[in-house]
C-alpha cells in the first residue's frame, strides 16, 4: 500500500521560506514522477511543480517559477519543495502526489496516489 506523508508546513509571513517534504513508503518509486499540488480554501486543485524520474526533469507553474524548487532523494524516498519569497496568495493545503509514469505532468488527473497534506499559511 502506496504511503505518502507530507510534513514542513507553517505559518509564515510574506517573503519567508519553508521546505515541505513528503516521504513515500509501501513502493518503489524511484522510477515514479512526484508532484505537489495545492488547494486554497473555496478553490480547486492547483498544480505547483512535478519532478520526473530523472531528477533533472522539473516543472513549475508559472506563478511559482523562480521561487519554488522541487527535488528528491530517492535513497531517503523523500521528495521536497523549497518555497522562497512566500506570498499571501501562496496560502493553501500543499499536497504531495505519486504518479507511476516517469515524466512529469501538471495534470492533477493523472496522479495516482496522494498524501493528506500540509497546510502553508503566508501572512501579509
Known amino acids: 500500500q502506496v504511503q505518502l506523508v507530507e510534513s514542513g508546513g507553517g505559518l509564515v509571513q510574506s517573503g519567508g521560506s519553508l521546505r515541505l517534504s513528503c516521504v513515500g513508503s509501501?513502493?518503489?518509486?524511484?522510477?515514479?514522477?512526484m508532484g505537489w499540488v495545492r488547494q486554497a480554501p473555496g478553490k480547486e486543485r492547483e498544480f505547483v511543480a512535478a519532478?520526473?524520474?530523472?531528477?533533472?526533469?522539473?516543472i513549475y507553474t508559472e506563478s511559482v517559477k523562480g521561487r519554488f524548487t522541487i527535488s528528491r532523494d530517492k535513497s531517503k524516498s523523500t521528495v521536497y519543495l523549497q518555497m522562497n519569497s512566500l506570498k499571501p496568495e501562496d496560502t493553501a493545503v500543499y499536497y504531495c502526489?505519486?504518479?507511476?509514469?516517469?515524466?512529469?505532468?501538471?495534470?492533477?488527473?493523472?496522479?495516482?496516489?496522494w498524501g493528506q497534506g500540509t497546510q502553508v499559511t503566508v501572512s501579509s
Open positions: 502526489a505519486a504518479d507511476i509514469n516517469t515524466i512529469p505532468t501538471i495534470e492533477t488527473w493523472e496522479y495516482d496516489y
Open positions: 509501501g513502493r518503489t518509486m524511484s522510477s515514479w514522477s
Open positions: 519532478v520526473g524520474m530523472s531528477s533533472w526533469n522539473t
